[in-house]
């Protein structure tokens, strides 16, 4: 499975510091009576379970509509495979998981070309500006989870038209067996040891963990969350020494030693230690203390989901105990590890694995600093790289 899942930036979401330690034709749309309840009452226009009669009555709805159409989720991304299983062993709900390795903009390409239609995604996992464009476009159908009071109110839009889901920090992975010195921040990438091994996970003008890592690269370059300048210097420095691969990071780049040294989400790229265990690929994980940069996913429903209540219950089922820890076991920080941390939820076991953060990330930046470092970096690129 390919799993480099090309998120377009999206940084607008706010983290505490504890939490962080395509398009196609389709056919005409579903029946009118999707997601409607034994009390006629439609999830379409459900805003929380109670509005359908309570969790028991939105099971129903969903097991009746017997599918859920997702889109972009890697199966290795965040352990999701492991929480799409889980769902469907629990409610018998089949999920259709399209374009596994796409971008937050293809889903949002998928739910304007496919308004109406049953291919429609059903639910969508966004990076953060592109769940605030989806919102201001209309696009979303706010719904509050059963535990939505409990995810910070910086981390979700306050008619529950999106929130986070689960977040992690930049990081270097490096394949121990290939590189005699793992490096462990930005200015180690600079030595000359280096040659044609650093890679990113995706082109920073699309992708959004490449984006991050651009963003990551300016604060360790004198750079700050109004200029991101310096990190796309950096990778321009780099490029001119050699070092930097243009190739994209995937699990079979780094099988086949392509990308040794590979600067991506902690999430991904822990979970390559335990992929490659047993290939004899030792994957070392570290989180640059000079350019420290963390950042959450969000999720949302598409206003015309086909299968409303199937999408709803995902939701909550996400936001369950169940799924939190999906995530985490996934080496992802999920968005209610606080509220969860209190109850005694926690799967201790996934939080000891999670890689060590020896500067945490706690000042975000805004939408108008994220769209501005966008901005910069879709018109400056592709020159700082050339050559």
Request: hydrophobic letters at 45%.
């Given at each position: 499975m390919t799993v480099h899942r090309a998120r377009t930036a999206a940084i607008a979401a706010v983290l505490t510091a504890a939490a962080l330690s395509l398009t196609a034709c389709g056919s005409a749309g579903s029946s009118t009576t999707a997601g409607t309840t034994a009390g006629g009452k439609?999830?379409?226009?459900?805003?929380?379970?109670?509005?359908?009669?309570?969790?028991?009555?939105?099971?129903?709805?969903a097991k009746k509509e017997g599918t859920l159409n997702a889109i972009t989720l890697p199966r290795d991304w965040a352990n999701y495979g492991a929480i799409m299983d889980a769902f469907t062993a629990k409610y018998g709900i089949k999920i259709q998981d399209e374009n596994p390795d796409g971008s937050s903009q293809d889903e949002i390409n998928a739910i304007t070309s496919r308004k109406d239609q049953d291919r429609a995604p059903d639910v969508v996992d966004l990076g953060s500006a592109f769940?605030?464009?989806?919102?201001?476009?209309?696009?979303?159908?706010p719904y509050k989870v059963t535990d939505f009071d409990k995810i910070p109110d910086s981390m979700k839009a306050p008619d529950g038209a999106s929130y986070n889901d689960y977040g992690g920090y930049m990081s270097i992975g490096c394949d121990a067996k290939k590189v005699a010195v793992c490096p462990k921040t930005f200015a180690d990438l600079l030595n000359p040891a280096y040659k044609g091994m650093v890679?990113?996970?995706?082109?920073?003008?699309k992708a959004g963990a490449a984006f991050g890592a651009v963003y990551a690269?300016?604060?360790?370059?004198?750079?700050?969350?109004?200029n991101i300048q310096p990190g796309i210097d950096f990778f321009g420095k780099l490029k001119k020494a050699g070092n930097f691969n243009p190739v994209e990071v995937t699990p079979a780049t780094i099988q086949k030693g392509e990308t040794p040294i590979s600067?991506?989400?902690?999430?991904?790229?822990?979970?390559?230690?335990?992929?490659?265990a047993s290939q004899g690929i030792q994957w070392q994980v570290s989180i640059p203390?000079?350019?420290?940069?963390?950042?959450?996913?969000?999720?949302a429903i598409n206003k015309w989901a086909p299968h409303p209540a199937?999408?709803?219950?995902?939701?909550?089922?996400?936001?369950?105990?169940?799924?939190?820890?999906?995530?985490l076991k996934g080496y992802a920080t999920p968005a209610?590890?606080?509220?969860?941390?209190t109850a005694g939820t926690l799967d201790p076991t996934a939080v000891s694995k999670l890689p060590t953060v020896a500067v945490p990330f706690t000042n975000f930046p805004s939408q108008t600093q994220t769209d501005a470092a966008k901005k910069v970096v879709t018109q400056n690129w592709a020159a700082a790289i050339a050559g």
């Open positions: 439609s999830a379409k226009t459900a805003t929380s379970a109670a509005d359908l009669g309570g969790m028991d009555a939105l099971v129903a709805a769940a605030l464009s989806a919102a201001s476009q209309g696009l979303l159908a890679a990113l996970n995706g082109d920073p003008t690269a300016a604060l360790a370059n004198g750079g700050s969350l109004d600067v991506d989400w902690s999430y991904l790229n822990a979970g390559y230690t335990d992929k490659f203390s000079d350019g420290s940069y963390a950042q959450y996913y969000n999720q199937a999408a709803r219950l995902w939701e909550e089922y996400l936001y369950s105990a169940d799924g939190q820890n999906g995530f209610l590890f606080d509220a969860m941390k």
